[in-house]
């Protein structure tokens, strides 16, 4: 079996694999053996249509997606022994070679004619935590003690192997980019609908709080700056020195995250009322007039 995310210049959607996963959930419940092929850009290593040999097969089913191509015409020729069946699949011309190169096509949409997406069946995946990630890049101000590319690598490298929904935010507001959050409110919406926030910014961490969402911040800068200030203020644990920042430490820290000790210290933090200080700025005003 392969589809769209077999070919090495094509591409993997979620849609694509949970229809893939319908099929396997199928053929597993006929008992019917097979081998799925995959884009050694997406899964290196692991059998691809180039290095599927074709005697060894009886069938070629193909997955969803459009069939429309060159990549398709070429597995029709290299699995030309094959009975080539297209599931799920929208046919935009009847009389291409890419279409006409099955045995049967049971499509999604052809002609006018629609059923429903094999995504919509297949088997539901275990929930997984959503983690929004806020990070910085910039902060020329502290020169030398700059570790921001160095914390951002290590950061972004781990949320990469992470089995977790990522989410990234951004603090800067803007009116006029729809990918932004043009109010404070648009962006505490989304903050307070995640399981944890992983930060390198002072404000990932303060807002993430405040929503009553667990953080998980690092201080990009050397010897701590106002992310480890702010950490000390709320008596917020899960702050992570930049010299010290590894993956085994940011686990240790999504963990505990992710537990009820975070989440009710958390809720604590943001239902506290601590003096700021704004409370002395009238007394600074008359101070200096």
Known sequence: MTGWFGFLHGEATAGDVLALERVRQVLDGAGLPYDVAWS??????????????PAAYSHLVFVCGPLHGWQIEQLHRRFAGCVRVAVGVSVIDPSSAAVRGFHRVLARDSGGVAAPDLAARAPAASPVPVVGVVLTHGQQEYGGRRLHEAVGATVTDWLGGTDCARVELETRLDTRDWRLAATPGQLESLLRRLDVVVTTRLHGLVL????????????????????????????WPAV????????????????????????????????????????????ALHHGS
Do not use: I, N, Y
């Not at 050694?40 to 040999?53: I, K, N, Q």
């Not at 993430?208 to 690092?218: C, F, K």
């Open 240 to 283: 992570v020195p930049g010299e010290h920042v590894s993956e085994d430490a940011l686990e240790r820290w999504l963990h505990w995250c992710l537990g009820a000790e975070a989440r009710a210290a958390a809720s604590a933090v943001a239902a506290a009322t601590p003096r700021d200080p704004a409370d002395t700025l009238l007394a």
């Open 208 to 235: 993430g709080l405040r929503a009553g969402v667990p953080v998980l911040a690092v201080d990009p800068v050397a010897g701590g700056a106002k992310v480890s200030a702010q950490g000390r203020v709320w008596g």
């Open 40 to 53: 050694p850009g997406f899964r290196p290593g692991e059998l691809s249509p180039g290095s599927a040999d």
